[in-house]
């Protein structure tokens, strides 16, 4: 033991020190001083600790055998732990004394207890910890790993990490974090992964080599936390300023004079812009207890006919919206008028958000969407639909109520049919060249000064457009019959009556005047051949014209499908015309247009005698409008505007006086399907 790097001594029977080897007395010289030989533990100790000594001795001696056991020793200045070592062993061949050894394990002590705070860290961390071997595979794996991914660790020790695999990141991907990773550098970076379950979760993982004492990589630490709800929040904040943009753009495109219907379109179509949107509705709830759609717009195909819900599905829904917003998965149902629609469109869930007026629900705005339930709810949509209920209630929630509280939009059309409560009027259409009346528009009047396209439209979401435009039109053919034979008369019409054939052709039937029908350039038409043949069996003397050419949204492809007689400028080309070489150019581009295809062309609301000149300077034939005739009532007509007369030259009038006129126009806009 001279030479040993630990303590040894022997002490006699009586507990005096016989030995000290040089290491414990280089340790404990302070306390042994020079003449150790025959001094007792307590010659160096206090009371307590000899005492305690040498019962550990006694201890010793009785129990025949080694004793090991550990204490801190006040050494080399400081408390050390130091692991102790007693045996029985003869001194000089008499009576049993007590050897001993003692080796400090104070850094070894530390250094396990370091570990064990560390390994207590780790298994309590909130973030998922997970060891990789060099040779790929998963040893170490923390409680939080089994919480997050749903494996237990049992179930992964041994195992790849690509058990955890979502498929979403590429070979690329993880190429490039190997390459990092074999290099020495940490990798840091969000992955997709797959739970136990089978549901995805987004990872903030940090990724570094471990390093043995002598530096070299012998395995791989990932310290990863979940940030799914974190990365949610962040996609929704930005989902929520798109929205709060297209919230914006939308009102910044609403006009004053828009109808409920028109402001209701633009809410829907604004809607299905919204992620996982396929479609959007807005149900009016009547006085009747009838939901009645005044909306309905499709992503990326026309707007569907409009149609009312059926009496039961219709309490059922008034019922549920008094409770709030709600996402039901759709369900096939023979009876109700959308089922092949949402069938087609492979819709699997609907939301719904209450629209209400002064805290009254007076309809609902729905979403349908080809996701499931929980697909939708968890796409957080349910909060923009509610907020644009909500607009909706606010822009046309008073007007709404007010149609319902009125007795309902039905009640309304059937009245105006029934009771005939409309008056006919006619616009002349005069060739620009010889100032002369070739032509009338009939438009309508309404009794009640509602305005046409809000009565036309209103009729139609019930059910009773065709209906009221058979009897516009009849009133005007009636009235008609006192203008000039010569002239022309221009009719307003929908696609959908004219692709129904019958009526109007019934309508139509002996009437020898020469008739122009005018479909508007914003009315969508699905099937242009099946449209094109309908006007054939017209026969003859019935031509087509297209309406506001220029702001329709089919633009020249509706002109080119259709082969229209006449193509009508809109306004918006006329106003102003003296000074805007833009339009100059366009309108001499239709003109060439016209004559190349053989249609000629009709400019719509001239207004002052600078517009006047400017179109017949560009050759434009034939024109209405303020300028050259009010609509007026067949008996109101001056002699002065009769067929092959020339037109009055009234005074122009302001571009708000034109647009006031355009109201009457009879049945002809598109009734834009909401």
Not at 142 to 158: H, K
Not at 598 to 622: H, K, N, P
Request: glycine share 8%.
């Amino acid at each position: 033991m001279e030479s040993a790097p630990v303590a040894a001594w022997l002490k006699d029977s009586e507990g005096r020190y016989v030995y000290a080897n040089p290491h414990l007395l280089a340790t404990m010289g302070r306390h042994m001083g020079p003449a150790w030989q025959g001094k007792t533990d307590a010659d160096m100790w206090p009371p307590a600790a000899a005492a305690l000594m040498r019962t550990r001795d006694q201890a010793t001696l009785e129990g025949g055998g080694p004793q090991v056991f550990t204490r801190e020793m006040p050494f080399a200045g400081g408390l050390h732990k130091v692991l102790l070592i007693e045996f029985p062993i003869p001194i000089d061949g008499q009576a049993m004394g007590v050897g001993g050894m003692a080796i400090d394990v104070t850094e070894y002590s530390n250094q396990s207890a370091e570990r064990g705070q560390l390994a207590a860290v780790v298994e309590q961390a909130t973030e998922s910890v997970m060891i990789v071997g060099l040779d790929g595979l998963i040893v170490y794996v923390n409680p939080a790993f089994e919480r997050v991914t749903g494996y237990a660790s049992t179930e992964v020790l041994g195992k790849n990490p690509r058990i955890l695999s979502s498929g979403i990141q590429t070979r690329w991907f993880y190429d490039a974090m190997w390459a990092s990773l074999t290099s020495g550098l940490p990798w840091v970076s969000d992955l997709t992964n797959r739970r136990k379950d089978g549901t995805l979760f987004t990872e903030e993982a940090n990724i570094s080599a471990i390093r043995d004492s002598a530096g070299a990589i012998s395995g791989y630490v990932a310290v990863k936390r979940d940030v799914t709800s974190d990365r949610a929040l962040a996609e929704r904040s930005i989902d929520l300023a798109r929205e709060r943009e297209s919230i914006g753009e939308m009102m910044r495109g609403l006009r004053a004079s828009d109808t409920p219907e028109a402001t209701a379109h633009a809410i829907c179509r604004r809607v299905v812009e919204l992620s996982g949107i396929t479609a959007a509705q807005l149900l009016v709830f009547e006085s009747n207890g009838i939901a009645r759609t005044i909306a309905f717009a499709v992503q990326g195909q026309p707007d569907p006919t409009l149609h009312s819900i059926p009496t039961q599905r219709s309490r059922h829904l008034r019922e549920r919206a008094a409770e709030g917003p709600w996402i039901e998965p759709w369900v096939s149902r023979a009876g109700h008028p959308y089922n092949q629609v949402l069938t087609s469109l492979r819709i699997r869930a609907i939301a719904y958000a209450p629209v209400r007026h002064d805290q009254k629900v007076i309809g609902l705005l729905c979403i349908d969407s080809e996701g499931s339930v929980e697909d939708v709810a968890e796409a957080t949509v349910l909060p923009s639909l509610v907020e644009f209920a909500d607009i909706a209630g606010a822009l046309i929630g008073r007007d709404l109520a007010q149609r319902v509280d009125a007795g309902g939009g039905r009640a309304h059309s059937l009245a105006i049919i029934e009771h005939t409560a409309f008056q006919p009027v006619f616009q002349p259409i005069v060739d620009l060249a010889s100032n002369a009346v070739v032509g009338y528009e009939a438009l309508t009047r309404f009794a009640d000064g509602t305005h046409p396209e809000s009565a036309f439209e209103e009729a139609a979401a019930v059910g009773l457009g065709a209906e009221l435009e058979i009897a516009t039109l009849k009133a005007a053919l009636s009235d008609s019959e006192a203008l000039p034979a010569s002239a022309w008369l221009n009719l307003n019409a929908s696609p959908e009556l004219i692709l129904s054939g019958g009526p109007l052709r019934s309508l139509l039937q002996g009437n020898r005047r020469h008739m122009v029908l005018e479909v508007t350039e914003h009315t969508a038409i699905a099937d242009y051949p099946a449209f094109r043949a309908a006007m054939a069996a017209l026969g003859p003397n019935v031509e087509l014209a297209v309406d506001d050419a220029g702001v329709g949204f089919a633009s020249f492809r509706h002109i080119l499908e259709l082969h229209p007689a006449f193509v009508k400028l809109d306004r918006w080309l006329i106003k102003d015309l003296e000074s805007d070489e833009a339009r100059k150019a366009m309108i001499a581009g239709l003109r060439h247009f016209g004559r190349s295809t053989g249609c000629r062309l009709i400019a719509e609301g001239i207004e002052t005698d600078r517009e006047f000149a400017a179109l017949r300077s560009l050759d434009i034939q034939l024109g209405q409008g303020y300028l050259l005739g009010r609509p007026v009532v067949i008996g109101d007509i001056p002699l002065a505007t009769q067929a092959g007369a020339p037109a009055g030259t009234t005074p122009a009038k302001s571009a708000m006086a034109a647009k006031a006129a355009r109201p009457w126009r009879h049945a002809a806009k598109p009734l834009a399907p909401a």
